[in-house]
Structures are given as structure tokens and as C-alpha cells.
């Protein structure tokens, strides 16, 4: 005799559920905490009523978040944002929170290594303190009709040749690959610093055994991060990604833009460009300019 099916879970009782859950949110004095909370009580249930996860799985998916948290420090891992990262979520948040008006340079995710405070560095100063293949990127801050934006703050930050950060990576020193460098009066900058590379994403956590178990790579393209501030405009987060990239077309936080994609040329050194920012031997060149849109 074959054994009976597992009844499912009757439409009105799941209804009644969601919506006693729904409605204990009712009262909840402000406003947007009530319809987030109303929100995400639907969308939670809606998951599990589609997926009827057993109780081992609902455990285990609680676990991972535990372990998650239990990942995050208060300087340098984020365990959290890098799950956010990896699941789309923080992009989506940034296109709903970010939009701008046609032409103006566009954002992409913070991710989880910023370090406020790094060093002010003048205009050309090497912020690469660990080896590498050199490089100069320059270019201008601009306003939406072209005019230059005088002492606009160009916070950046990048990985060392290894594919790790400086605060993440003890062997390199303090704000290695990290500055502060700001626009002249013309909105001009220059950085020198190294080629970035293209790196995996730490995968010695809970995020790392996610992507492993559904077959993802862990890498992203190689890029420098900017956070791009200047008064009077809004400010801008985002990326410069290396032409030519392997990971360009499937970075694991889904991050790439073609608008902040950026082609490295190659230079023999000695040109005035280079010896201006005293580089002397071979170094890559890449130009881009930020456009920034006023506002608050």
C-alpha cells in the first residue's frame, strides 16, 4: 500500500496567519516602521509558503544568519553588507536611493572595506605602499553642463596586488592604497597608485559557503573604489573598473556599470605627463571624469 501524501497547509489558514501577524504591526507609532514591518511579515511568509521548508532547513537557514553576524567586527568585516552584496540588494538599494539625472556620473556599491579617515594625499602623491605595476588615473570633477568643480574630495580606497585591503590584509601598513585627494581650481585630480587586479570576495564565512553551494564564483573585476564629495552636490559612490576584465560580465556582487568601465593605456615613461607626478619608468594611464549633479 503506498503512503499517503503530506496535506499542504490550507489557503485559509496560512491566510489568517499572515494577516494576525500583519495586523499586530498596526499600531506601530511611526509610520514607515509599521509598513516595513507589515512588509516584510508578507513577503517572509509568501517564501515560506511557496518553498514549505522543514524544520531542519528553517534551522539551518537561522543558524547561517548567526554565524553571519558572528562574522562582523566593528572595523573592517561586514559579514552582513557582503550577503547584501551578494544577493543583488545592495544594488537595488542603491539604484532606488540613488537616482540622478541623465549624464551625471553613476553609483554602485559601497561595499564592505571603507575606512573613513584615511590620509590627505596632494595632487599625483603615490597612496601605493605595497608593490605593484604603476599607475596614473586622472581627470576632472565637472557639473552637469561642464564646469569644473574646484575642491571636490576624491575619497579612494583599493586592494593590494594579493587581492587584499589594507585593515583587512595586517602585513600591509596603515591607509596603504587608501587617500584623500581633492580637484584643483580647473576640478582637475590625479592618483598614482598601482594596476588594480580582480580579487575574491572573502570566502572564509557563511557568505562564502552560500556561494560555493550554488556553484558561484567569489571574484569581482578589478577596480578602485571612489567616494566622491563636493559642496553643493550630492555625493557620489561608486566604482572605475578595468577594461577588459575577466569577471567584468559576472561580478559576484553585481556591481558593474558599462558608464564606470575605464581602459588602461600603457606608457614607456619619461613623457611630461609622467614626470610631472614624478613617474619615470613604464606606467598605465587611464582619464575619467566625475560629473556631479547639485543637490543636497
Not at 562582523?72 to 537616482?99: K, P, Y
Not at 590625479?190 to 572564509?204: E, K, N
Request: glycine share 10%.
Amino acid at each position: 500500500m503506498s503512503e499517503s501524501p503530506v496535506a499542504s497547509l490550507p489557503h485559509a489558514e496560512a491566510d489568517r496567519l499572515t494577516a494576525q501577524v500583519v495586523d499586530s504591526f498596526g499600531q506601530a507609532p511611526d509610520p514607515r516602521l509599521r509598513q516595513m514591518m507589515q512588509a516584510l511579515v508578507r513577503h517572509l511568509h509568501a517564501f515560506v509558503r511557496e518553498t514549505e521548508p522543514t524544520e531542519a532547513e528553517w534551522m539551518q537557514a537561522i543558524r547561517f544568519l548567526t554565524r553571519t553576524g558572528q562574522m562582523c567586527d566593528d572595523v573592517v568585516r561586514q559579514e552582513f553588507i557582503l550577503l547584501s552584496d551578494t544577493l543583488g540588494v545592495s544594488m537595488l538599494v542603491d539604484a532606488i536611493n540613488h537616482r540622478k539625472p541623465q549624464g551625471a556620473t553613476e553609483t554602485t556599491v559601497l561595499g564592505p572595506f571603507y575606512m573613513a579617515g584615511m590620509p590627505e594625499r596632494a595632487p599625483g602623491e603615490d597612496m601605493a605602499h605595497t608593490p605593484g605595476e604603476c599607475a596614473l588615473v586622472h581627470g576632472h570633477a565637472r557639473t552637469l553642463d561642464g564646469r569644473p568643480v574646484a575642491g571636490a574630495v576624491l575619497d579612494i580606497w583599493q586592494t593590494a596586488a594579493n587581492g587584499m585591503y589594507s585593515g583587512q590584509d595586517p602585513a600591509q601598513p596603515h591607509g596603504n592604497l587608501r587617500g584623500r585627494y581633492r580637484t584643483d581650481a580647473e576640478g582637475y585630480f590625479a592618483i598614482r597608485t598601482i594596476l588594480p587586479v580582480s580579487y575574491p570576495i572573502p570566502s572564509d564565512g557563511p557568505v562564502g559557503q552560500m556561494m560555493a553551494a550554488t556553484g558561484r564564483h567569489v571574484y569581482r573585476p578589478a577596480h578602485l573604489h571612489f567616494m566622491v564629495d563636493a559642496p553643493g552636490f550630492r555625493t557620489v559612490v561608486t566604482h572605475l573598473f578595468n577594461a577588459g576584465d575577466a569577471y567584468l560580465a559576472s561580478d559576484a556582487v553585481f556591481g558593474v556599470k558599462p558608464s564606470l568601465v575605464i581602459d588602461y593605456v600603457r606608457r614607456e615613461g619619461g613623457d611630461p605627463l609622467g614626470r610631472r607626478f614624478g613617474i619615470e619608468g613604464p606606467y598605465h594611464e587611464a582619464r575619467y571624469d566625475f560629473v556631479l549633479a547639485e543637490g543636497a
